[in-house]
Every structure is written in C-alpha cells, then in structure tokens.
C-alpha cells in the first residue's frame, strides 16, 4: 500500500479513473464470464437456471433481488459479488461514506478537498470494506439504514443546521460498495418508502436536512416467496425500482444434492475413528429431501432446505462414529440401522402435516424407507439377488442391527454366498466394515421389495423368508 498514491495530485498524475460501482461490477464480471470462471464460489446446480439470469442482471447494472425458499444459497450468492469490486478503492481521509476523492459528497470531504487541494490525503480501502448487509427485522428504522442526529455531535458544540452533526446509516456507509438486505418483506412498509429514493434518485433525506447525498449503491436483496404474501410485503414501488428478481431453486437432481451435502458437511475427524459415508448412503440421504419436497404430508410453502440433507448426512455418520466407538472399531461405516437417527434431525427441518399428533416420527420413517428401497432398485439389479431370496427360502435367518460388530453382520455372507456379488458391488471396498454396511443395505432392500420378512428394528433385527 506504501506504493499506492497518497495525496489527491498523486491520485491524478497515476491516472486512476473513478467508475460508478456498477460500471466496475460489470467490468469484472465481463472478465470473469469472457475467461470461464464463475461469477460466485461454492453454488451448485445453478449453472442453467440461476446463474445465467445474474449474469445478465450484472451486465445490464440493474439491482437485484434474489426470491427464494431457505436454503437456497440466496445470501451466499449476495456475498460473493463481492469478489466483483476492485481489489482496492481510494477514498478521502476520514470519509465515513468512502467519499471518491474526485467527486466528494459529505460535507467533510468537501472542506477538506475545498481546503487542502491537491494536498488531499488519500486512504485506499480493501474490497470487503464495500460490502454492507442487514437482515431485516420489524424493529429496524430509518436510523440504521439512512442516518439520524448524532446528540453526542450536537453537545459538542455544532448547531442542529450543521451537516457535520448527521450519524451516517448503513446505505451512505456503503457508498462506492455493494448493499444487501436479507428477507426484504419482514421489513415495516414505512421503511421500506426510505429505500426508494436510494435504488431510483441514488441519494437519501435525513430528518429534514436540506441535503442531497448522490449515493452510489448497488442494492441487492433476498425474499422468501411466501413472505410476500404472508409474513410481509415488498410494496409495488420498491418492487419496481429491482431492476432483475431472480428466482431461485433447490437442487433438481440427487447427483447434485448430493455435491452439495459433500461440500458443505463438516467432517467427523480426531476421534478416535474413521469414519467413511458410502455413496450409496449419501444417495439416501439427498432422496429423503427430493421425496421430502414432494410429500404431500409436508409443508411444501415451509420448503424443504438442503440443510436437511448436510445435517442428515452428519448425523449419520455421527451415528456410525458412535457405534464404532462403542465396540471399539477402528472403522466406522453408516448401515441401513443408523438410520433411525434422522428422526431427530429431521423432525426439526421440516413441518409434518397431520391431523393426528404423533405421527411425525412414522411419516418421517416411511419417507426413509422409500428413499433406501429407491436407491436399492438403482444400485442393485434384482437378478443379481435370486439366490439370495432362495437361500432365505431354504431357512436362512440372518440378524442384524447397530450393535453387532462388522464381524459378526458379515458372518450372513458365510451362510448366504450369493449375497457377496451384490455385496461388494455396493460396498466398492473389502474392508469389513464397508462390507458390513452393504450386508444390511442389501437385506433392508430384499425386506422393502418384499422378498424377506423383517421384525424388529435398530438393534435388534432379524431378516427371515416371507
């Protein structure tokens, strides 16, 4: 930074040019989508549907608000355009409002250029510093968006007609920058009149000062579709004044939901065990969502987040790394059993639509079970399980369940060798407790096929012909 110019003279001879914000969003996301790489970071599945829609709303300049159930990156996306800003930023020393040193607005700016000139110091300000946000809440005023008088400013000495006695609010403090206010419609309708003249005249009005602030802002906001009409509003004014409202979507497809949960889980480590969630388990998870989003016993206006999903795929490895501890296994593998353990991570992410009370825990099991005998049909092809079928005919009984050690769930493949084809097909791995898993994946798919019978659960399963 010592190389960077420090007085307005120096700023001038180094040939830096002021651009509004929106003209230099639009300068670098053309680069980025000239050169391939994305506009935004750790977004998945997008690509067709969203991110072409907030390409052209960044080319175009507009303000943008994204509208869109919970869970759908909306405010991720919002933070990324902060990568669009330029690297470093000059402004007017002592600019509470990031004043362009080329054309100031505050009243401190402008003494200080009118008096020092050239002279002026320069202060360079770094991109995250031009990014501001606030969620919107029904207490939040004209005074924390806008500005009010600052008292303490006023018992120093100044008269109430002194600009210099205004306590900026967040906007003016994100002049030069990017502004983003969350869930827009929990915003009172009052407040929401104070934004109009910042997204169409680009300047703001403070307690009746005759002052003008020409702000440059680019405005971006997020919504719950439902909020519109239920919780709040935007008012038709402020709705006009977005330039591009783009919807925006849960994952389309499991392949992608499951992309999703890999990168957004945090990994069991340092606890004694390893812990190793194969794919096929993953795919149960991410199906519970997709067939979550499509019960008709589920609250579909609530949505379904993709936090359902990442917190699901924890849980059930948490459940594994618990049950490895316990019989003092070195490697831990999600089965069929440790799916009981979604009941509690589940009930809390979705709403259950019912008449009678209690029978959350049962539609919650069901929709678990389709999702395991949906992934079963994709991964393992029927044929490949005939003899298995005609072994349990034959009077084989095999028990399973989250106490027994790999060990001993393995001992069915001593009993039943035509179970180890589709066994390590699916398992993907010899180690015994890959192998293990698989054991259970298989039966748990033979009994929702209704090839075997099943009684019990958890802990205490028993596998038996029909």
Partial sequence: MTSRPATLGQLRDSGWESRPVKEEVRRNAARRIATGEPLVEGVLGYDRTVLPQLENALLAGHDIIFLGERGQAKTRMIRSLTGLLDEWLPVVA???????????????????????????????????????????????????????????????????????????????????????????????????????NVLEERDVQIRGYKIRLPLDVMLVASANPEDYTNRGRIITPLKDRFGAQIRTH??????????????????????????????????????????????????????????????????LAASAARRALRLGERDAVPRVSD????????????????????????????????????????????????????????????????????????????????????????????????????VEMVLEGLHLSKRLNKDGSGSATTYRAR
């Avoid at 000495?157 to 900026?168: I, P, Q």
């Avoid at 949960?261 to 812990?275: F, K, N, R």
């Avoid at 009930?347 to 395991?372: F, H, N, P, Q, T």
């Avoid at 060798?417 to 293990?436: K, M, Q, T, Y």
């Fill in 94 to 196: 002592g600019s509470e409002i990031q004043d362009d040193p080329y054309h100031p607005v505050s009243r401190h700016a402008r003494d200080l250029v009118a008096e020092r000139g050239d002279d002026t110091p320069i202060d360079w300000v770094g991109r995250e510093l031009r990014f501001g946000e606030k969620l919107a809440t029904p207490d939040t005023s004209i005074a924390d968006l806008i500005g009010e008088v600052d008292p303490i400013k006023v018992a120093e000495g100044r008269y109430l007609s002194d600009e210099l006695t205004l306590h900026y609010g967040l906007v003016p403090r994100t002049n030069r920058g990017i502004f983003a206010i969350n869930e827009l419609p929990d915003l009172a309708e009052r407040i929401q009149v104070g934004l109009l």
């Fill in 339 to 438: 799916l009981d353990s979604l009941a509690a991570s589940t009930a809390g992410k979705i709403e259950v639509d019912s008449i009678d009370e209690g029978r959350d825990g049962l539609i919650i099991g069901r929709m678990v079970a389709e999702s395991v005998l949906t992934v079963f049909r994709s991964r393992v092809p029927m044929d490949t399980v005939r003899e298995v079928v005609a072994a349990f005919d034959e009077g084989v009984v095999a028990r399973a369940g989250d106490d027994l050690s790999s060990a001993e769930l393995l001992q069915v493949l001593a009993a039943v060798p035509a179970l180890r084809p589709a066994v390590v097909s699916l398992a993907g791995s010899e180690s015994p407790a890959a192998l293990a898993a698989a």
């Fill in 250 to 315: 849960y994952p389309l497809d499991v392949e992608t939901e499951v992309a999703v949960v890999h990168q957004e889980a945090t990994p069991l480590a340092d606890i004694g065990v390893d812990v190793e969630v194969p794919d096929y388990m993953a795919e149960v998870v991410a199906t519970l969502s997709h067939l979550a989003r499509r019960s008709p016993q589920v609250n579909q206006r609530s949505g379904v987040s993709v936090r359902l999903s990442v917190a699901n795929y924890e849980t």
